[in-house]
């Protein structure tokens, strides 16, 4: 009887983890899922594809598709997805740094999300930068774990176009 207590209580402590991280920031819109593999009993492995807009910098969007394990262990949040994860971003409107947070600025390498991809040891993050040079943003999703980092990544670049006219803005006026 106590392993089932323990397992209950690793189940409720890892949906009230979820439903934390999930309250603190608004996350990705989830596009569609696509099954990799059957399973008879529990759900199928999948790969899901989510958009996500950039938090400060309006115009920008970058979606990504991202493994979600299935089984036993999916089926109740406790499997530990794997790194291996896509993006590709584009400006779809003017872009400009958010309306109401033109004083704000960012670095190279500020983290637009992050996302739980593991009960407690692995995320999943999208950083953005600035190649001045370029008049581009740059977007790099990757991975992270408490002990072991995972070297898979992707890259994705926005160059910042005119948009109905006028001129691009620099991104190297938004770095700090």
């Known amino acids: 009887m106590k392993p089932f207590k323990i397992f209950s209580c690793a189940i ?23 099954s990799t593999d059957f399973k008879l009993l529990t759900p199928n492995d999948k790969l899901a594809t989510y958009v996500v807009d950039d938090p400060l910098i309006d115009g920008v969007a970058c979606a990504y598709t991202a493994h979600e394990k299935g089984g036993v262990a999916g089926m109740f949040g406790l ?30 390498g500020d983290l637009i999300i992050s996302e739980r991809r593991s009960l407690m040891w692995k995320q999943m993050h999208i950083a953005r930068g600035c190649d001045p040079k370029r008049n581009m943003l740059i977007y790099m999703i990757y991975s992270d774990r408490l002990i072991e980092g995972s070297p ?25």
């Open 152 to 176: 898979e990544n992707s890259t994705a670049s926005v160059p910042i176009q005119p948009w109905g006219g006028g001129t691009a803005p620099q991104c190297k006026d938004w770095l700090r």
């Open 12 to 34: 409720v402590f890892g949906a009230a983890l979820g439903a934390g991280a999930a309250a603190a920031q608004e996350g990705p819109d989830l596009i569609f899922r696509r």
């Open 79 to 108: 499997a530990e997805q794997t790194s291996e994860v896509s993006l590709a971003c584009n400006q779809y409107a003017p872009i400009k740094l958010r309306a109401g947070r033109e004083n704000d600025r960012f670095s190279q």
